[in-house]
């Protein structure tokens, strides 16, 4: 197995360090323009995606491609992940950036960018330009948020607003649409057998 699969692994339960005391961000980047083998890579992906293509899929991953850490590898199982909803959550990972990891890339780039001093089950991500830490739901706005890291009290799936501290202290919520917590889906892409391929899929902290 590789040590970017192995790492996937041991990252859905792993922990890190908690550090605070600044104010700290993780803006929006895409590692993976200088890359064109991949760049090709990801057109024909999106194509694959964009039409549900459940064929494609299976040509662009590899044999053994992890789903999960009690799942059986392989294409079939992703396949499945997808039919129970998976393409749209996939769309929304493709659209937000590659991260260079290990021997490959992951997507979306906060993944592959959170610092790694920072518990990522209590963190999330701004994602979204405009947002703001509000007093309350829809209320007065305490600060912008310029891709912030914030501190969560708690990740509640399908919350629409979120109990969040600025790592400067600024305490508010904030808009559950606009951040991304790191336990949230992500793929990984490394290249077997000279051809890039999809290795992992998978959510958890």
């Known amino acids: 197995m590789d040590l970017s699969v192995r790492q996937f692994i041991g990252l859905l339960t792993g922990g890190r360090l908690l550090a605070a005391g600044r104010r700290r961000y993780l803006r929006p980047g895409d590692e993976s323009t200088g890359d064109a083998t991949f760049v090709r890579f990801l057109g024909e992906f999106r194509r694959v995606v964009a ?47 590659a991260a260079r990891y290990e021997k490959g890339f992951v997507m979306p780039y906060l993944f592959g960018k959170f610092p790694e001093d920072l518990e990522p089950t209590e963190h999330v991500v701004t994602v979204r330009t405009g947002a703001v830490l509000r007093v309350k739901a ?22 629409t607003w979120l109990a969040a501290e600025r790592l400067d202290g600024l305490k508010g919520v904030v ?3 606009d951040v991304r917590s790191l336990g949230a889906p992500r793929m990984f892409f490394e290249t077997r057998g000279g051809a890039w391929k999809v290795t992992a899929w998978g959510a958890g902290a």
Do not use: H, S
């Not at 293509?53 to 999960?68: F, N, S």
């Not at 850490?69 to 996939?90: F, H, I, N």
């Not at 007065?140 to 399908?158: M, N, Q, S």
């Open 51 to 97: 039409g549900k293509d459940e064929a494609g899929l299976r040509g662009l991953c590899a044999a053994d491609v992890i789903t999960g850490v009690d799942m059986t590898p392989g294409p079939e199982e992703l396949v499945k992940r997808m039919r129970a909803g998976g393409w749209a959550e996939l769309a929304v990972v493709l659209g937000m950036g």
């Open 138 to 159: 829809g209320g007065a706005v305490v600060c912008p948020l310029d891709f912030d890291i914030l501190r969560v009290r708690e990740f509640k799936a399908g919350a």
């Open 175 to 177: 808009a559950a649409g």
